[in-house]
């Protein structure tokens, strides 16, 4: 079956420094992947998406590349924020809109 | 505003009391879909609903039921609560691309944290 796999956490940072949050994935077929961000006290908010092989996701700063080869999608931002404290979900949809998570990634930035 | 609502956002109850966690999307999306929410387990799906009148099972639908009867409402039923059903659950809806195609973004609801004592 299809499986999502990151980085257990939290991931404590600095203001500006650089993040890599790991995800990788098992799945049939040709998965779409995406990242999916939890601020405290809210929903989940789509971060970025890729749906095929070598696209490359972005937003706000952050970017993911969809590697069918290595079967990973890590989460990379060049300088983070305080305000990108959150729990980060890397995520698949092999198909009929199912998402399997991951168990969510914790990141923590101080000043 | 493009969203989906869910209530009550809080409730706390007691075991075997029957209760509705109500969710509702003005988006027109087709599909919609329970989830709920563990520390050191993440997201698992519990329903899901292709359209109207059409509901399929999640990963963990032990002791839920929904239903589907307008497009824009999916409510999640527990008829009788038990205490291993305290989480934080989560509504979802996405259009619904035919053909098992899997690039369609969900937008999730904010969340209904649940206490059954």
């Known amino acids: 079956g299809n499986s999502v796999t990151q980085m257990e956490g939290p991931v404590t940072l600095s203001e500006e420094a650089f993040l890599t949050i790991n995800c990788t994935y098992t799945a049939t077929g040709y998965p779409s992947l995406f990242w999916y961000v939890q601020y405290p006290g809210e929903g989940l908010q789509l971060l970025l998406k890729?749906?095929?092989?070598?696209d490359k996701g972005s937003n706000k700063g952050f970017e993911a590349t969809y590697r069918k080869e290595t079967t990973s999608f890590h989460l990379e931002k060049g300088s983070v924020q305080v305000s990108d404290s959150a729990v980060y979900f890397c995520a698949l949809n092999s198909g009929y809109s199912t998402l399997t998570f991951g168990k969510g990634t914790m990141l923590l930035v101080s000043p | 505003e493009a969203q989906v609502t869910q209530n009550p956002r809080y409730l706390i109850t007691v075991t075997g009391k029957k209760l509705t966690v109500t969710c509702s999307q003005n988006?027109?999306?087709?599909?919609m879909s329970w989830y709920r929410q563990d520390p050191g387990l993440g997201l698992r799906q519990i329903y899901y609903s292709m359209n109207v009148e059409v509901t399929d099972k999640g990963d963990v639908p032990e002791g839920y039921k929904v239903s589907r009867k307008e497009k824009r409402n999916f409510p999640l039923i527990l008829e009788s609560p038990s205490p291993n059903q305290t989480s934080l659950y989560f509504c979802?809806?996405?259009?619904?691309?035919?053909?098992?195609?899997?690039?369609?973004?969900?937008?999730f609801g904010p969340g209904t944290r649940l206490t059954v004592l």
């Open positions: 979802a809806s996405s259009t619904w691309t035919s053909g098992g195609f899997s690039t369609d973004t969900q937008y």
């Open positions: 988006m027109n999306h087709e599909y």
């Open positions: 890729a749906t095929k092989a070598d």
